[in-house]
Protein backbone atom coordinates (compact mmCIF):
# COMPACT_ATOMS: atom_id res chain seq x y z
CA UNK A 1 0.00 0.00 0.00
CA UNK A 2 1.18 3.85 -1.07
CA UNK A 3 1.51 5.58 2.22
CA UNK A 4 1.64 9.70 1.38
CA UNK A 5 1.30 12.64 4.83
CA UNK A 6 -0.51 14.85 2.81
CA UNK A 7 1.35 17.61 5.63
CA UNK A 8 4.67 17.39 3.86
CA UNK A 9 5.94 19.72 1.23
CA UNK A 10 3.24 22.57 0.58
CA UNK A 11 0.44 20.26 2.31
CA UNK A 12 -2.08 21.36 0.07
CA UNK A 13 -4.75 19.43 -2.31
CA UNK A 14 -1.53 19.11 -4.94
CA UNK A 15 -0.66 16.17 -3.01
CA UNK A 16 -4.00 14.65 -2.76
CA UNK A 17 -5.03 15.00 -6.14
CA UNK A 18 -1.42 13.58 -7.56
CA UNK A 19 -1.35 10.70 -5.40
CA UNK A 20 -4.42 9.36 -5.95
CA UNK A 21 -3.88 10.09 -9.90
CA UNK A 22 -0.84 8.02 -9.80
CA UNK A 23 -2.43 5.32 -7.24
CA UNK A 24 -4.64 4.63 -9.80
CA UNK A 25 -2.62 4.86 -12.81
CA UNK A 26 -0.22 2.17 -10.61
CA UNK A 27 -3.50 0.06 -9.51
CA UNK A 28 -1.86 0.30 -6.00
CA UNK A 29 -4.14 0.76 -2.59
CA UNK A 30 -3.31 4.27 -1.43
CA UNK A 31 -3.53 5.16 2.39
CA UNK A 32 -3.02 9.33 2.92
CA UNK A 33 -3.20 10.98 5.76
CA UNK A 34 -3.09 14.86 7.03
CA UNK A 35 -4.96 15.69 4.27
CA UNK A 36 -4.28 19.81 3.22
CA UNK A 37 -3.11 19.97 6.45
CA UNK A 38 -1.17 23.26 6.19
CA UNK A 39 -3.91 24.76 5.13
CA UNK A 40 -6.52 27.14 6.88
CA UNK A 41 -9.35 24.89 6.48
CA UNK A 42 -7.48 21.39 6.82
CA UNK A 43 -9.05 18.40 5.47
CA UNK A 44 -11.26 17.32 2.20
CA UNK A 45 -13.03 20.66 1.06
CA UNK A 46 -16.32 19.92 -1.59
CA UNK A 47 -14.41 19.86 -4.72
CA UNK A 48 -11.31 17.64 -3.40
CA UNK A 49 -14.24 15.32 -2.33
CA UNK A 50 -15.69 15.02 -5.83
CA UNK A 51 -12.19 15.11 -7.40
CA UNK A 52 -11.72 12.16 -5.12
CA UNK A 53 -15.28 10.53 -6.08
CA UNK A 54 -14.79 11.06 -9.77
CA UNK A 55 -11.50 9.26 -9.66
CA UNK A 56 -12.92 6.80 -7.97
CA UNK A 57 -15.68 6.52 -10.44
CA UNK A 58 -13.36 6.23 -13.51
CA UNK A 59 -10.54 3.42 -11.94
CA UNK A 60 -14.01 1.55 -9.73
CA UNK A 61 -12.25 2.55 -7.02
CA UNK A 62 -13.38 1.71 -3.20
CA UNK A 63 -12.90 4.39 -0.87
CA UNK A 64 -13.30 5.29 2.65
CA UNK A 65 -12.79 8.40 4.38
CA UNK A 66 -13.92 10.51 1.97
CA UNK A 67 -16.38 13.00 3.70
CA UNK A 68 -16.10 16.64 3.90
CA UNK A 69 -13.57 17.48 6.45
CA UNK A 70 -12.15 14.23 6.23
CA UNK A 71 -8.19 14.24 6.54
CA UNK A 72 -7.46 10.58 6.24
CA UNK A 73 -8.41 8.53 3.28
CA UNK A 74 -7.79 5.30 1.89
CA UNK A 75 -8.44 4.75 -1.91
CA UNK A 76 -8.14 1.12 -3.70
CA UNK A 77 -7.98 1.34 -7.58
CA UNK A 78 -9.57 -1.29 -10.30
CA UNK A 79 -9.05 -0.99 -13.99
CA UNK A 80 -9.46 2.46 -15.21
CA UNK A 81 -12.21 1.51 -17.23
CA UNK A 82 -13.18 5.19 -19.11
CA UNK A 83 -16.84 6.00 -20.58
CA UNK A 84 -18.99 8.48 -19.43
CA UNK A 85 -18.07 10.58 -16.35
CA UNK A 86 -20.31 12.73 -14.11
CA UNK A 87 -19.09 15.09 -11.30
CA UNK A 88 -21.31 17.77 -9.65
CA UNK A 89 -18.86 20.13 -7.05
CA UNK A 90 -21.95 21.91 -5.83
CA UNK A 91 -19.65 25.36 -4.88
CA UNK A 92 -17.12 27.10 -6.38
CA UNK A 93 -14.47 24.96 -6.03
CA UNK A 94 -12.36 24.75 -9.22
CA UNK A 95 -13.35 22.42 -12.08
CA UNK A 96 -10.22 22.68 -13.50
CA UNK A 97 -8.52 20.94 -10.39
CA UNK A 98 -10.83 18.75 -10.79
CA UNK A 99 -10.25 17.81 -14.12
CA UNK A 100 -6.43 17.46 -13.04
CA UNK A 101 -7.24 15.12 -11.14
CA UNK A 102 -8.48 12.80 -13.48
CA UNK A 103 -7.01 13.91 -16.61
CA UNK A 104 -3.34 11.84 -15.72
CA UNK A 105 -6.07 8.66 -15.34
CA UNK A 106 -7.76 9.37 -18.71
CA UNK A 107 -4.39 8.60 -20.56
CA UNK A 108 -3.92 4.89 -19.19
CA UNK A 109 -8.03 4.16 -19.57
CA UNK A 110 -9.45 1.22 -21.71
CA UNK A 111 -11.24 3.53 -23.94
CA UNK A 112 -12.43 7.21 -24.95
CA UNK A 113 -13.64 9.35 -21.51
CA UNK A 114 -16.28 11.91 -21.29
CA UNK A 115 -16.17 14.04 -17.93
CA UNK A 116 -18.98 16.32 -17.61
CA UNK A 117 -18.77 18.76 -14.93
CA UNK A 118 -21.15 20.56 -13.64
CA UNK A 119 -21.58 23.64 -10.31
CA UNK A 120 -18.36 24.20 -9.98
CA UNK A 121 -15.97 27.44 -10.70
CA UNK A 122 -14.46 27.69 -13.94
CA UNK A 123 -12.40 30.83 -12.73
CA UNK A 124 -11.77 30.68 -9.43
CA UNK A 125 -8.69 31.99 -7.00
CA UNK A 126 -5.20 29.84 -6.40
CA UNK A 127 -6.35 27.54 -9.37
CA UNK A 128 -5.55 28.18 -13.09
CA UNK A 129 -8.29 29.26 -15.52
CA UNK A 130 -10.56 27.06 -17.44
CA UNK A 131 -9.05 28.34 -20.70
CA UNK A 132 -5.58 28.30 -19.50
CA UNK A 133 -6.29 24.61 -19.54
CA UNK A 134 -8.05 24.40 -22.89
CA UNK A 135 -5.55 27.12 -24.35
CA UNK A 136 -1.99 26.17 -22.81
CA UNK A 137 -2.14 22.75 -20.89
CA UNK A 138 -4.09 20.84 -23.30
CA UNK A 139 -2.25 21.71 -26.53
CA UNK A 140 1.63 21.17 -24.92
CA UNK A 141 0.26 17.98 -23.66
CA UNK A 142 -1.05 17.29 -27.52
CA UNK A 143 2.42 17.59 -28.23
CA UNK A 144 3.48 14.64 -25.68
CA UNK A 145 0.89 12.19 -27.85
CA UNK A 146 -2.43 12.98 -25.21
CA UNK A 147 -5.35 13.86 -27.39
CA UNK A 148 -8.28 16.14 -25.52
CA UNK A 149 -11.12 18.41 -26.20
CA UNK A 150 -12.77 20.97 -23.45
CA UNK A 151 -15.83 22.34 -24.14
CA UNK A 152 -16.83 25.43 -22.08
CA UNK A 153 -20.55 25.40 -21.45
CA UNK A 154 -21.01 27.88 -18.72
CA UNK A 155 -18.59 29.97 -17.15
CA UNK A 156 -18.33 30.02 -13.35
CA UNK A 157 -17.02 32.20 -10.73
CA UNK A 158 -17.03 33.16 -6.99
CA UNK A 159 -19.08 32.69 -4.35
CA UNK A 160 -21.67 30.85 -6.63
CA UNK A 161 -19.67 29.02 -8.91
CA UNK A 162 -22.40 27.33 -11.27
CA UNK A 163 -20.12 26.61 -14.08
CA UNK A 164 -20.52 23.41 -16.44
CA UNK A 165 -17.58 21.95 -18.44
CA UNK A 166 -17.01 18.84 -20.72
CA UNK A 167 -14.05 17.29 -21.41
CA UNK A 168 -13.18 14.22 -23.52
CA UNK A 169 -9.58 12.62 -23.58
CA UNK A 170 -8.83 9.50 -25.92
CA UNK A 171 -6.22 7.34 -24.19
CA UNK A 172 -3.04 7.33 -25.27
CA UNK A 173 -0.81 3.97 -25.53
CA UNK A 174 2.73 5.90 -25.32
CA UNK A 175 3.42 9.52 -24.03
CA UNK A 176 6.16 10.89 -26.20
CA UNK A 177 8.99 13.05 -24.04
CA UNK A 178 8.88 16.48 -24.38
CA UNK A 179 12.42 18.31 -24.72
CA UNK A 180 12.27 22.13 -24.88
CA UNK A 181 16.01 23.26 -24.07
CA UNK A 182 15.62 26.79 -25.44
CA UNK A 183 12.88 29.29 -25.82
CA UNK A 184 13.62 30.54 -29.00
CA UNK A 185 11.89 33.73 -30.36
CA UNK A 186 8.58 34.85 -29.82
CA UNK A 187 6.38 34.71 -33.05
CA UNK A 188 2.80 35.16 -31.99
CA UNK A 189 0.53 36.15 -28.74
CA UNK A 190 -2.35 35.49 -28.50
CA UNK A 191 -5.45 35.29 -25.85
CA UNK A 192 -8.96 35.20 -24.72
CA UNK A 193 -10.74 37.72 -22.35
CA UNK A 194 -14.15 36.84 -20.75
CA UNK A 195 -16.68 38.60 -19.04
CA UNK A 196 -20.07 37.24 -17.99
CA UNK A 197 -23.33 39.23 -17.82
CA UNK A 198 -20.77 42.35 -17.64
CA UNK A 199 -20.98 43.43 -21.20
CA UNK A 200 -22.44 46.96 -20.61
CA UNK A 201 -19.23 47.61 -18.63
CA UNK A 202 -17.10 46.23 -20.89
CA UNK A 203 -15.35 44.74 -18.39
CA UNK A 204 -13.61 42.00 -21.40
CA UNK A 205 -12.89 44.62 -23.32
CA UNK A 206 -10.98 46.97 -21.09
CA UNK A 207 -9.58 43.38 -19.63
CA UNK A 208 -7.67 43.13 -23.00
CA UNK A 209 -6.60 46.49 -24.05
CA UNK A 210 -4.87 46.99 -20.40
CA UNK A 211 -2.95 44.06 -21.13
CA UNK A 212 -1.94 44.71 -24.42
CA UNK A 213 -0.97 48.60 -23.52
CA UNK A 214 1.34 46.75 -20.93
CA UNK A 215 2.28 44.28 -23.83
CA UNK A 216 2.63 47.22 -26.55
CA UNK A 217 5.04 49.38 -23.92
CA UNK A 218 7.50 46.56 -24.06
CA UNK A 219 7.56 45.39 -27.76
CA UNK A 220 5.08 42.98 -27.71
CA UNK A 221 1.31 43.24 -29.05
CA UNK A 222 -1.61 40.29 -28.21
CA UNK A 223 -4.69 39.06 -30.74
CA UNK A 224 -6.93 38.59 -27.84
CA UNK A 225 -10.58 37.37 -28.39
CA UNK A 226 -12.93 39.00 -26.51
CA UNK A 227 -15.83 36.76 -24.99
CA UNK A 228 -19.15 38.85 -23.90
CA UNK A 229 -20.89 35.49 -22.28
CA UNK A 230 -24.50 35.05 -21.08
CA UNK A 231 -24.23 31.31 -20.07
CA UNK A 232 -24.38 31.73 -16.35
CA UNK A 233 -27.24 34.41 -15.11
CA UNK A 234 -26.62 33.27 -12.09
CA UNK A 235 -22.73 34.69 -11.41
CA UNK A 236 -21.25 37.49 -12.96
CA UNK A 237 -17.79 37.80 -13.24
CA UNK A 238 -14.83 37.59 -15.31
CA UNK A 239 -10.76 36.06 -16.47
CA UNK A 240 -8.26 36.62 -18.91
CA UNK A 241 -5.35 34.50 -20.08
CA UNK A 242 -2.46 35.01 -22.61
CA UNK A 243 -0.51 33.18 -24.14
CA UNK A 244 2.84 33.73 -26.69
CA UNK A 245 4.04 31.01 -29.03
CA UNK A 246 8.20 30.53 -30.10
CA UNK A 247 9.67 29.69 -32.84
CA UNK A 248 11.24 26.45 -31.29
CA UNK A 249 7.79 25.21 -30.29
CA UNK A 250 7.55 26.71 -26.56
CA UNK A 251 4.22 27.54 -25.36
CA UNK A 252 4.16 29.86 -22.39
CA UNK A 253 0.86 31.11 -20.81
CA UNK A 254 -0.46 34.28 -17.90
CA UNK A 255 -3.83 34.62 -16.72
CA UNK A 256 -6.12 36.53 -13.98
CA UNK A 257 -9.18 36.43 -12.81
CA UNK A 258 -12.01 39.37 -12.15
CA UNK A 259 -12.95 39.71 -8.30
CA UNK A 260 -15.35 42.75 -6.16
CA UNK A 261 -13.74 45.71 -6.53
CA UNK A 262 -10.75 44.51 -8.67
CA UNK A 263 -10.84 46.82 -11.83
CA UNK A 264 -10.58 45.57 -15.04
CA UNK A 265 -7.77 47.63 -15.85
CA UNK A 266 -5.58 45.41 -12.92
CA UNK A 267 -7.20 42.16 -14.18
CA UNK A 268 -5.43 42.92 -17.60
CA UNK A 269 -2.18 43.84 -16.54
CA UNK A 270 -2.12 41.29 -14.05
CA UNK A 271 -2.57 38.75 -17.10
CA UNK A 272 0.23 40.50 -19.33
CA UNK A 273 2.76 41.26 -16.09
CA UNK A 274 2.55 37.29 -15.41
CA UNK A 275 3.19 36.36 -19.03
CA UNK A 276 5.96 38.77 -19.63
CA UNK A 277 7.65 37.70 -16.66
CA UNK A 278 7.87 34.38 -18.48
CA UNK A 279 9.00 35.76 -21.62
CA UNK A 280 12.17 38.11 -20.35
CA UNK A 281 12.91 34.79 -18.33
CA UNK A 282 13.24 32.70 -21.35
CA UNK A 283 11.45 29.83 -19.52
CA UNK A 284 10.08 26.98 -21.99
CA UNK A 285 7.66 26.13 -19.75
CA UNK A 286 5.43 29.34 -17.39
CA UNK A 287 5.60 28.40 -13.48
CA UNK A 288 1.64 26.73 -13.88
CA UNK A 289 3.01 24.36 -16.73
CA UNK A 290 6.01 23.33 -14.83
CA UNK A 291 4.18 21.73 -12.13
CA UNK A 292 1.32 20.22 -14.04
CA UNK A 293 3.73 18.69 -16.19
CA UNK A 294 5.61 16.37 -14.02
CA UNK A 295 3.30 13.16 -13.66
CA UNK A 296 2.64 13.31 -17.58
CA UNK A 297 7.13 13.74 -18.55
CA UNK A 298 7.39 11.08 -15.12
CA UNK A 299 4.95 8.38 -17.43
CA UNK A 300 6.11 8.98 -20.97
CA UNK A 301 9.27 7.03 -21.99
CA UNK A 302 12.46 8.06 -22.47
CA UNK A 303 14.05 11.68 -21.19
CA UNK A 304 12.29 14.77 -21.10
CA UNK A 305 13.40 18.15 -19.62
CA UNK A 306 12.40 21.89 -19.49
CA UNK A 307 13.23 25.32 -18.07
CA UNK A 308 10.69 27.03 -15.41
CA UNK A 309 12.02 30.42 -13.87
CA UNK A 310 10.89 29.42 -10.33
CA UNK A 311 11.01 26.16 -8.36
CA UNK A 312 7.51 26.83 -6.68
CA UNK A 313 5.83 25.26 -3.83
CA UNK A 314 3.82 23.27 -6.42
CA UNK A 315 6.31 22.21 -8.57
CA UNK A 316 8.62 20.80 -5.48
CA UNK A 317 5.20 18.71 -4.27
CA UNK A 318 4.85 17.11 -7.61
CA UNK A 319 8.35 16.50 -7.89
CA UNK A 320 8.90 15.24 -4.63
CA UNK A 321 5.52 12.91 -5.05
CA UNK A 322 6.11 11.66 -7.98
CA UNK A 323 9.44 9.89 -7.54
CA UNK A 324 8.08 9.02 -3.81
CA UNK A 325 5.72 7.00 -5.97
CA UNK A 326 6.96 6.27 -9.56
CA UNK A 327 10.53 4.30 -10.23
CA UNK A 328 11.35 8.01 -11.81
CA UNK A 329 14.67 9.95 -11.42
CA UNK A 330 13.84 13.91 -11.65
CA UNK A 331 17.05 16.07 -11.99
CA UNK A 332 17.01 19.67 -10.75
CA UNK A 333 19.89 22.28 -11.88
CA UNK A 334 20.08 26.10 -11.51
CA UNK A 335 21.04 27.29 -14.59
CA UNK A 336 21.43 31.51 -13.72
CA UNK A 337 17.87 32.90 -13.64
CA UNK A 338 16.41 29.29 -14.58
CA UNK A 339 15.89 25.90 -13.05
CA UNK A 340 16.41 22.61 -15.56
CA UNK A 341 14.10 20.29 -14.98
CA UNK A 342 15.27 16.69 -16.20
CA UNK A 343 13.19 13.52 -16.02
CA UNK A 344 16.18 10.97 -16.82
CA UNK A 345 15.88 8.02 -18.40
CA UNK A 346 15.59 4.92 -15.90
Given at each position: MLEVDGSQKSG???????????AGILGEPLHIYNI?????????RPQHLEATLTAARLCGAEIRGATLGSRELWFEPNEIRGGEIHAEIGT??????????VLPLCVCAKRAVNIHVVKGGTDVRHAPTIN?????????????????????????YYPKGMGEVSMKVEPCQKLDPLRLEECGKIEELRGVSVCTFLADRKVAERQARAANQYLRARGFEAKIKVVNDMSNPLQKGSSIVLWARSSAGVLLGGDAIGEVRKVSEVVGREAAENLFKEIEAEATVDIHLADLLVPYVALAEGNSVY??????????????????????KFQVTRLDNLYRIEKMEA
Open positions: SGTILRLAIALRENRSQPGLAGSIAMLLLTYLKHLLLPTLERMGLKANLTIRKYGLARSMTAHLDTNLWLTQKILDV
